[in-house]
T-cell receptor
């Protein structure tokens, strides 16, 4: 079974530029998550989708971050404009359901903003 | 609100030693799920175990074992006879039913040969 796919693996941009990350979840997983992991910290949820609807985006900085889940499968996360403090690993994960199932993670995208 | 505390920032052991990683959680729900994940240097979070709040039985999987105690709100993880390949960051996580998955800050485990 294929795991969660993310691209790119690494990205370096200058502050105020924009960037987009892509995620393809495990087939059949209705729930998709984007997490931000700053160096030395645990992952923090940015947004959670159930199919193509948003379940939780309470910690998403909506003035600069946006996300969508096309047709309830793939998802993109965008940052525009980027700030230095956005430097982090962005992890995508998926699960069978939002209630109790474990989430499976991709390898992440390491973003460096200079 | 749900919260997970991993008080041990970093632990160093010598190969073949046993090591226990502590996890304390807070929740007001009676139905919740606890998880452990491993994050090796490659960066991917690897799922290790899920436990629901109604099942306090300890679990053993090879060299790994987990001790869940609701009375102390703890879900500790023990690695027996540690190996260098166990070196990673380990995260404990909590999900209240239907709610988001919340992670602790993680414990860095270094196993030296």
């Amino acid at each position: 079974e294929a795991g969660v796919a993310q691209s790119p693996r690494y990205k370096i941009i200058e502050k105020r530029q924009s960037v987009a990350f892509w995620c393809n979840p495990i087939s059949g997983h209705a729930t998709l998550y984007w997490y931000q992991q700053i160096l030395g910290q645990g992952p923090k949820l940015l947004i959670q989708f159930q199919n193509n609807g948003v379940v939780d985006d309470s910690q998403l900085p909506k003035d600069r971050f946006s996300a969508e889940r096309l047709k309830g499968v793939d998802s993109t996360l965008k940052i525009q404009p980027a700030k230095l403090e956005d430097s982090a690993v962005y992890l995508c994960a998926s699960s069978l359901d939002p209630g109790r199932a474990e989430a499976f993670f991709g390898q992440g995208t390491r973003l460096t903003v200079v | 609100a749900q919260k997970v505390t991993q008080a041990q920032t970093e632990i160093s052991v010598v190969e073949k030693e046993d090591v226990t990683l502590d996890c304390v959680y807070e929740t007001r729900d009676t139905t919740y799920y606890l998880f452990w994940y491993k994050q090796p240097p490659s960066g991917e979070l690897v799922f290790l175990i899920r436990r629901n709040s109604f099942d306090e039985q300890n679990e053993i999987s090879g060299r790994y074992s987990w001790n869940f105690q609701k009375s102390t709100s703890s879900f500790n993880f023990t690695i027996t006879a540690s190996q260098v390949v166990d070196s990673a960051v380990y995260f404990c996580a909590l999900r209240e039913y239907g709610n988001k998955l919340v992670f602790g800050a993680g414990t860095i485990l270094r196993v030296k040969s």
